[in-house]
């Protein structure tokens, strides 16, 4: 069969482990007079894939969700997961130890201010919440009549005896031919945005503004190329970069010195004390920037000024190098898409495949390309009750084999030198009820609507937002994630800030590029999204006042015209729908050497009348 490379099956631990590990940190706390204590799932610079040596809260829960935060206190213990995790938390705790909560809606302050009690002392690690979230646990306490306590050191860190080592991922240059501009001039764009800003310094707590500042990428965590690292950029002056100087070969040493002085990254809090005792003002980024570092600037006298973070808007909008790149990513990737669509309809019929099959020969169509650096996130393929599982992830235990008349649901990505990917489809096996068929043309029809939609200058992915819903809210039904995220060059598949949801509140602008991703999510029956990536390019319309934008799509794969309802479509739907294949025909065909895929598209791709 297939075997991947880039991503594993095995189940979280749970059971006496994880109990033990609950009742070891509430012991550990004891000790250290803490009555409670908050365990984020995030590192030091709020990653969405964090080092093993950072995964305290999967350690700790058994939930390994990309977001999430564990509040344990010396009788009760709740998880808060948002909308896209909460039947996988429900499966992976112990509800007996554990009661699952809402992240977002209320969020866990409400909780906090109903179980702390008066007198009560809340730990919170400094290093892994931003200012932000650090000033919600504290007025949440304040209310309680509780103290907020800053550790200085994790406990959880204190009793995680087999804690793997921090990561060591070997660093390389992001040529001029990927990134399209070179250092001298990020930096020349980042002064400019320093001025504007009126302070002496700025702080890169995010590595991905530190890869793409200066055009480097690494490998210190899963699916994304980051070098975990930091960066200070003075007003004046050389920047500094700090990083483990155990990741750099002599040739990336000497590009990162052509622009910076490099450093450990033991030495950001003596730079950054030296800095704020004559008085500087600091700009950190508010998204991302540890409320250890405010507090380390304001104790030595300085000025700490959380805002966003210039570099996330500059790295967001893609330059002509770039555009050309991801576009090319995409073609490449498109090829492998079809020969596995192809495989899929082969093979899925007659019983055989499992979850894991399809995850493992996706990967390697792609690795077939040549070009496969890592997939971008671990593969979502649930087939049936898992496909209604939002960010499901197949674990061995819980793979399932695909059934004729079930939705097979694929999401998956591509990490490529030249450009990030990022793709779902919906696959029918066997015939399709009439109820998925409508669901499915609902969520298409406003997947048609992002993609045909066009939008003056300054209009944000909020506005858009609701374009993606309307066929279902017209059912009585949603769905509960965003519509799209940025994406990012060789770099993170969920890049800020720009997104189209309902939170979405930062202009779109010419050169971003965004996912199209509605669903639906029957429970316990089927899953079904529908996601391309869009390019904001302008768009020139007669008569027009002010600058007018649109998207260009970039992925090309085929949509499954089996779950389609051909008849719920305005002609200009259908139009757009014929096109899109079209194209894709146009594109892939001359790729692919085996006439029996070649026969599978030309179907595939057939107009629909």
């Given at each position: 069969?297939?075997e991947?490379h880039?991503?594993?099956?095995e189940e979280?631990?749970g ?11 509430r ?6 007079k ?8 995030a590192d030091?610079q709020?990653n969405e894939?964090v080092?093993?040596s950072?995964?305290r809260?999967a350690?700790?829960?058994g939930f390994?969700?990309s977001?999430g935060?564990?509040?344990?206190l010396s009788k ?6 948002d ?7 429900g ?5 007996k130890?554990w009661q699952?909560?809402?992240?977002v ?8 201010t109903r179980?702390?009690?008066a007198?009560?002392r809340?730990?919170f ?13 504290a007025a949440?306490?304040t209310?309680?009549?509780?103290e ?11 009793i995680w005896h087999e ?5 060591l ?5 992001h040529g ?5 501009e070179?250092?001298?001039?990020k ?5 400019l945005e ?5 302070v ?14 200066f055009?480097i990428r ?5 699916h994304?190329?980051?070098?975990l690292?930091y960066?200070l950029?003075?007003?004046e002056?050389?920047?500094?970069v700090f990083i483990?100087q155990r990741?750099l070969?002599?040739s990336?040493r ?6 910076a ?5 033991a030495a ?9 005792r ?11 920037a540890?409320d ?15 805002g966003?973070?210039p570099v996330?808007l500059?790295?967001?909008?893609k ?7 991801t576009r ?5 990737d498109a090829?492998a898409l079809?020969?596995f669509?192809a495989?899929?309809?082969r093979e899925?019929p007659?019983?055989?495949l499992t979850?894991i099959d399809t995850?493992?020969?996706l ?5 077939q390309t040549g ?5 971008s ?5 649930g ?5 209604a ?6 674990t061995?235990?819980?793979?399932r084999r695909i ?10 990505g ?7 990917t990022?793709?779902?489809?919906t ?9 998925m ?9 406003g997947?048609?609507?992002i993609?045909r ?10 506005q858009l937002?609701?374009?993606a819903?309307?066929y ?7 769905f509960?994630?965003?519509?799209g ?5 060789y770099?993170s598949v ?6 189209i949801?309902k939170l979405?509140?930062t202009?779109l602008?010419r050169?971003?590029?965004?996912s ?5 999510y029957?429970t316990?029956?089927?899953g ?8 904001v390019?302008?768009?020139?319309i007669?008569?027009?006042e002010?600058?007018?934008?649109a998207?260009?799509?970039?992925t090309?794969a085929p949509?499954?015209r089996r779950?389609i309802?051909v ?7 259908l139009?757009?729908?014929n ?13 692919l050497d085996?006439?029996a895929?070649?026969?599978?598209l030309?179907e ?6």
């Amino acid at each position: 069969m297939f075997e991947a490379h880039f991503q594993t099956f095995e189940e979280p631990e749970g059971g006496v482990a994880l109990t033990a590990r609950l009742s070891a940190l509430r012991e550990e706390l004891a000790r250290r007079k803490l009555t409670g204590f908050v365990v984020p799932r995030a590192d030091e610079q709020q990653n969405e894939y964090v080092a093993a040596s950072e995964e305290r809260l999967a350690w700790l829960t058994g939930f390994t969700g990309s977001a999430g935060l564990a509040i344990v206190l010396s009788k009760e213990a709740a998880l808060f997961v948002d909308g896209r995790y909460t039947l996988q938390a429900g499966k992976q705790v112990d509800r007996k130890a554990w009661q699952v909560e809402p992240l977002v809606d209320p969020p866990p302050e409400h909780w906090l201010t109903r179980h702390l009690a008066a007198g009560d002392r809340l730990g919170f690690d400094p290093w892994l919440h931003t200012s932000a979230a650090a000033e919600r646990l504290a007025a949440a306490c304040t209310k309680a009549g509780a103290e907020l306590v800053a550790v200085d050191s994790n406990p959880v860190d204190a009793i995680w005896h087999e804690r793997p080592a921090p990561p060591l991922g070997p660093v390389s240059i992001h040529g001029a031919q990927f990134s399209g501009e070179i250092e001298a001039e990020k930096l020349k764009r980042i002064r400019l945005e320093i001025n504007k800003l009126g302070v002496d310094a700025l702080v890169l707590s995010d590595s991905h503004a530190v890869a793409w500042t200066f055009n480097i990428r690494g490998a210190d965590v899963s699916h994304t190329p980051l070098p975990l690292s930091y960066a200070l950029v003075p007003k004046e002056g050389r920047p500094l970069v700090f990083i483990d100087q155990r990741k750099l070969s002599n040739s990336t040493r000497d590009h990162l010195e052509q622009s910076a002085n490099v450093e450990q990254p033991a030495a950001l809090a003596a730079k950054l004390t030296e800095l704020a005792r004559r008085g500087a003002s600091i700009a950190l980024d508010s998204a991302t920037a540890a409320d250890a570092l405010s507090r380390l600037i304001a104790g030595a006298g300085g000025k700490p000024v959380r805002g966003s973070d210039p570099v996330s808007l500059l790295k967001a909008v893609k330059n002509i190098t770039e555009i050309e790149g991801t576009r090319t990513a995409h073609q490449r990737d498109a090829v492998a898409l079809v020969r596995f669509l192809a495989w899929i309809d082969r093979e899925a019929p007659s019983g055989g495949l499992t979850e894991i099959d399809t995850v493992e020969a996706l990967e390697t169509f792609r690795r077939q390309t040549g070009a496969l650096k890592d997939v971008s996130f671990p593969t979502i393929a649930g087939t049936g009750p898992n496909g209604a599982i939002v960010h499901y992830r197949v674990t061995r235990k819980s793979n399932r084999r695909i059934e004729p008349g079930d939705l097979l649901l694929i999401d998956s990505g591509a990490q490529y030198e030249d450009g990030t990917t990022d793709v779902t489809r919906t696959i029918a096996i066997g015939k399709p009820t009439d109820e998925m068929r409508d669901r499915f043309t609902r969520v298409l029809r406003g997947h048609i609507a992002i993609a045909r939609a066009i939008f003056p200058d300054g209009t944000t992915g909020a506005q858009l937002d609701t374009l993606a819903r309307q066929y279902l809210w017209q059912a009585g039904i949603d769905f509960e994630h965003g519509t799209g995220h940025g994406v990012g060059s060789y770099l993170s598949v969920h890049e800020g800030p720009a997104r189209i949801s309902k939170l979405g509140t930062t202009p779109l602008k010419r050169g971003m590029i965004l996912s199209n991703e509605p669903g639906y999510y029957k429970t316990d029956a089927y899953g079904i999204r529908i996601e391309n990536l869009e390019l904001v390019v302008g768009t020139d319309i007669a008569g027009a006042e002010k600058p007018i934008n649109a998207f260009e799509t970039l992925t090309l794969a085929p949509i499954d015209r089996r779950l389609i309802e051909v008849g719920m479509l305005s002609p200009d739907e259908l139009a757009w729908l014929n096109d899109y294949h079209a194209r894709v025909a146009h594109v892939v065909r001359p790729h692919l050497d085996d006439s029996a895929t070649k026969l599978w598209l030309d179907e595939a791709t057939a107009a629909l009348k």
